[in-house]
């Protein structure tokens, strides 16, 4: 595209005056059109940069405020254009390369801009726009290292610098540095104390140090200075819920809906209150509320599948879990509540696969490695499965469960002195630890109460078998519970 000239039958010929008059007139328009950018006048300040070049064609500081306003107006190929043309007339001209680095931005060709600011940087170190730009080339090429080493320069030469100390804080956050952002925000705090985002920010770095009451005084803050953010009201009733506020939590929830009605974390966070009441229903409709508005929401699939879990809807369940895995294929969250709704429905093939997924993202996960060994010991396995526990407990030591199972296996195999070290080691390990690091489920209980009977305790042994097959119909566990109250049967304790 072509700039035409603004009043060109008032420029005087090149032929009527000296060099020096020439080049006078074309810094006075250049001057001109700086002063027409300064108001935001870039279409008129366009026309004066080209009254300067068509009197001084070697010009480049004109090219390159041209450039400067094809920017703002979005005309990124003149722009490109221009800056060239200035390096061209003057290869060592930084601020072409600096230009040339925000009109790459612009297009999003990050590499490229990240490059041409290098350069400007290398032929002008001390001019902090360049360290400036450079900055947010590397935040969205995501490189935290060097976003901090450029707004420790500009902090060093310009402390007051706000958006480079907004940045600093920023990375900080990103990276988890709590602290380092927390006295970057507050540093920006002392130069602009009515900025709601920062005190917002600087709350969540307090609540994930585990300092709630202060980021509940972030959050107030941030609310007075703009009470119509509906986040401000989702975060703040998070916190209020840490603290056990339920009320005031669910009142702020409330609030961000009636706000933005389309925020899916909010409905979530009602159906968390919801769950902890039991109130599975109401719970149930603000999962399936957030998922309608946002069907990749990690956090509300999560909770549906335990509620329906609860509730013994494993089919739907089972739905969730597959969705989490769809979203992300590495969920070892997912693939282990997915591999408990397998074993619950008697499919031992399923949950050895979700496992052993698991195993291979993760080999160290202990409740991969135990249920991966509950499957193979019902699958007659039973050497696979003492390794599978073994596993387990060398990755968890006090995991009773496992060693209830892997003695039961080596008295399958005769192994009885194995057998007893096992079953006196968890009940060693259950009389000093009441409260237990894992869950005992029906699996778990099933495990002891045949480990007692072993034992020579048969009457406790009643009590726990019972224990296991009202913790599998509950659960909806049909192929274990059938397997636990067999056992009852045959050892004459029904």
Known sequence: MSYPSQNNSTLPSQLDLPKSEINAQAQKMCQQGDDCAFRSEHQQAIGYYTQAIVLNPNFELAYCARAKSLIEIKDYQ?????YQTALKINPALAIADGGLAQVYYHRKDYSAALVSCDRAIQRDGDNIDFYQ???LINKKLGDYPRILFDCKFILEHQPSDLPARWLNARTHFEMGSYQLAIFNFTQYLNLRSDYAHAHYYRGICYERLGNRSEALIDLNLAIELEASLAILYRRRGRILQQLGDFTGAMTD?????SLDPQMAQAYSNRADIFISRG???RALFQCNQAIHLDPKLVAAHYQRGIINTEVGNLHAALADYHRLIQINDRDIHAYIQRSWIYFRHGEYASVQADCEQVLAIDRESVPANYLLGVAQSLSGSKQEAIFSFTKAINYEPSF????YHRGLLHHDLKHESKAMSDFTLAQAIQTQQLD???KRDETGLYAEGLALYHLGQPDAA???LNQAAVVAQKLKSNVFHRQIMFTIEALSMN
Request: glycine share 0%; hydrophobic share 40%; with cysteine.
């Open 133 to 135: 730009c450079r900055a």
């Open 253 to 257: 929830y409330d609030r961000a809906i």
């Open 78 to 82: 003149q722009a490109e254009t221009d």
């Open 436 to 438: 237990c690091t894992v």
């Open 462 to 464: 009643r009590v726990i």
């Open 400 to 403: 009773i469960c496992a060693l």
């Open 279 to 281: 109130d599975y229903p």
